[in-house]
């Protein structure tokens, strides 16, 4: 169970541990401050919701390089009891496979205590978060979530709508230490909603496999072009979002940034 997740932490340069001490807490919300830099209202998770979490069992770690903070996780127990983590958040310095390192250690730690999945939401606009979760990991988004969180204030998030996926990574099953890489459509594939110039373009909702494509930079994109961006917001939100509510399944994400959506 943990050879996967020691491999991971050799090639990020790093080790992932529990985190006990209000000290240790402190530090994750300075990195997540650095992440997101979110007003005192808006911050991911506390330095005491952290002391609660580990202290009733739930998990909170970190991954260090040296003496240095470059990750940390936070999740709890979800139910039905004794059934699966909610990986409340997640941040970590990027470009140097901490992230993945983080995920496979959550994993487990998951396993260790006889759960089967690990479950978390994540923007469906984001490309490199779908690759890392459908891709890399082999989670599969089973739910579109309009506004979750509401109206949120952080630089990275602030000015749009907080839509997310909820995405289920089935620990137990054979294979779940190595997503399947980036999706090949099947031939009969239909452009639902595509990328063209930055702008989404809208396709056809029928058949029974359909590519519904992202932007190349949705944050860049929140930044510069707002507009752009909720344009993007509501055509994935229309045409992933009502897929998914009709009973379609996500199988995988393409190397081009499209979800592939196959009804049964």
Same mark, same amino acid.
């Given at each position: ?6 491999? /991971? ?8 541990? #529990? ?6 807490? #402190?530090?994750? *919300? ?6 997101? %830099? ?7 998770? *506390? ?35 004794? *059934? ?5 958040? &997640? ?11 983080? %995920? ?5 730690? /998951? ?5 089967? %999945?690990?479950?978390? *939401? ?13 891709? %890399?990991?082999? /989670? ?73 494509? &992202? ?22 939100? #229309? &045409? ?5 509510? #009709?009973?379609?399944?996500? &199988? ?13």
């Amino acid at each position: 169970m943990t050879q996967a997740y020691e491999d /991971a932490a050799r090639r990020a340069g790093a080790r992932v541990r #529990e985190l006990r001490e209000i000290a240790e807490f #402190e530090q994750v *919300t300075a990195l997540f401050d650095a992440i997101w %830099k979110a007003p005192p209202s808006g911050v991911p998770i *506390t330095v005491e919701l952290m002391a609660a979490f580990a202290h009733s069992g739930n998990y909170v770690a970190g991954a260090y390089a040296g003496e240095r903070l470059v990750g940390a996780s936070v999740g709890f127990l979800s139910g039905p009891p004794g *059934t699966g983590l909610h990986s409340h958040v &997640t941040g970590a310095v990027m470009g140097r496979g901490i992230g993945l390192a983080l %995920k496979l250690h959550q994993r487990a730690w /998951a396993l260790a205590r006889g759960l089967e %999945k690990i479950a978390w *939401t994540y923007d469906p606009l984001v490309r490199r978060n779908a690759h890392f979760n459908i891709a %890399k990991l082999g /989670a599969r988004p089973e739910r579109y979530l309009p506004s979750f969180y509401g109206r949120m204030e952080d630089a990275v998030n602030a000015g749009d709508e907080s839509d997310r996926l909820l995405a289920v990574w089935r620990i137990a099953a054979p294979g779940s230490d190595a997503g399947p890489g980036p999706a090949v459509p099947p031939r009969d594939a239909v452009p639902a909603l595509a990328e063209r110039e930055d702008r989404p373009v809208r396709g056809i909702m029928d058949g029974r496999a359909l590519l519904v494509g &992202t932007p190349r930079d949705a944050e860049r994109l929140r930044r510069e072009d707002p507009a752009m961006a909720t344009a993007w917001r509501r055509a994935v939100r #229309e &045409t992933l979002g009502a897929l998914l509510d #009709e009973g379609a399944r996500i &199988t995988g994400f393409t190397a081009a940034g499209e979800y592939v959506v196959e009804r049964s």
